[in-house]
């Protein structure tokens, strides 16, 4: 199939190339993203391959449909990004990839959760310049606290079951299922209030939906911990930033770690270091001494870019051949988990 692969990085092309050898698609790299300016690059596939932050509302799909498109493939997990509902009215399919591998996310959470926690990215910055001083670099055991999982999914339930085993925390989960594998091994469902209540740490896992959008905002913040931590490598707008810059502000929000962020697109996978960022609230995250941002890059190890490379390839694969897509998503089911 001749597919249009949009948002492209020099790793997308590496492991897309080397996937392709076994399916033989005719795949044309472009490194703009798509929206609605760039969706008549799409002219001449039959497939579009897209990232988290390529858009693709009501107004792209119809111009994408218009074009031939017949199948959207994200290279990603999430597909917040996607209007499904004109997908389907339209009949486009969009397949995602549901599970490539939970671990990349699940083990650079703990990363994050432990260079916050610990102070290395600063400790290493003062290191640099020679300096050796240990004021300012206390951190806290992690074992014996109380920490929150909302959402215990793949991700999720890898960080819940680490952070229980592997750190010896005392784990609480919000989920609108229960994991009867973490609840054996000792971690406890409780409702989401309870848990923003009572955590010294909370980890977001679920994923961005209208029930789940600014989850962590200014009434959760006055619920929770004196000094809590958040670590967040789910979605940006799990988190009203506004809200948590307050509470960062009032020593409330003891300590953030963000690998998404809820205007990230504009930022996000672009070198903007010659540039002026317009972006004042994220500009404002990055002055506190105890915030730690990452551009999305929780999935960025070659076991997750081969397997999304793979994955995708194998559902244009599916998609030309007419065979049933175990990756669809719609607006009434999505397949895969
Ligand atoms: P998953 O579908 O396996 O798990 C999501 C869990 O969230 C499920 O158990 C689901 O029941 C739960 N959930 C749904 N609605 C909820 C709610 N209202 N409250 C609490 N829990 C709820 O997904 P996953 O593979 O574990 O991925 C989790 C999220 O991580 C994804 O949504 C994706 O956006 C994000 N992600 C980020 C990166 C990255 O690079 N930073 C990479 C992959 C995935």
Redesign the pocket.
């Known amino acids: 199939m001749r597919v249009a692969v949009f948002g492209t990085k020099g790793y997308d092309r590496q492991f897309l190339t080397e996937a392709n050898t076994a399916f033989g698609h005719r795949l044309t790299f472009l490194e703009p993203r798509l929206d609605a300016s760039t969706a008549r690059l799409a002219e001449g596939h039959q497939a579009v391959c897209v990232f988290v932050n390529d858009r693709l509302d009501a107004a792209v799909l119809e111009a994408l449909a218009e074009l031939g498109v017949r199948l959207v493939a994200l290279r990603?997990?999430?597909y917040?990004n996607v209007d499904l509902r004109t997908a389907d009215r339209l009949g486009l399919a969009v397949v995602r990839v549901?599970?490539y591998s939970?671990e990349a996310?699940a083990e650079f959470t703990i990363g994050l959760l432990l260079a916050l926690d610990r102070r290395i990215p600063r400790a290493w910055a003062r290191v640099r310049e020679n300096n050796f001083a240990l004021d300012g670099l206390i951190g806290r055991n992690l074992a014996g606290r109380t920490a929150g999982v909302?959402?215990?999914?793949?991700?999720?339930a890898l960080v819940a079951r680490t952070l229980l085993l592997g750190f010896g925390c005392r784990v609480l989960a919000?989920?609108?299922?229960e994991d009867p594998e973490l609840v054996a091994m000792g971690v406890l469902y409780v409702p989401?209030e309870e848990l923003l209540a009572e955590s010294d740490i909370i980890t977001l896992?679920?994923?961005?939906?209208p029930?789940?959008h600014h989850l962590v905002d200014a009434v959760a913040l006055e619920r929770a911990q004196e000094g809590v931590q958040i670590v967040n490598?789910?979605?940006g707008a799990l988190i009203d930033t506004t809200a948590l810059i307050a509470g960062l502000k009032s020593h409330k929000v003891g300590g953030v770690a963000l690998?998404?962020y809820e205007q990230e697109a504009d930022l996000f996978f672009e070198n903007l270091s010659d540039e002026i960022v317009q972006d004042d609230v994220f500009q404002r995250l990055l002055t506190f001494p105890n915030v730690l941002v990452t551009g999305?890059?929780?999935?960025?190890t070659e076991e997750a870019l081969t397997a999304i490379a793979t994955t995708t390839l194998q559902s244009i694969a599916d998609a030309e051949a007419g065979r049933e897509l175990v990756n669809r998503v719609t607006a009434a089911v999505v397949v895969g988990?």
């Not at 999305?296 to 960025?300: D, K, N, P, S, V």
Request: hydrophobic share 30%; with cysteine; glycine share 10%.
């Open positions: 990603c997990a999430g917040n549901p599970a939970p996310v909302i959402g215990t999914g793949r991700i999720g919000s989920d609108v299922v989401r896992h679920c994923p961005l939906t029930d789940t490598t789910s979605r690998d998404v999305h890059q929780a999935f960025l988990r």
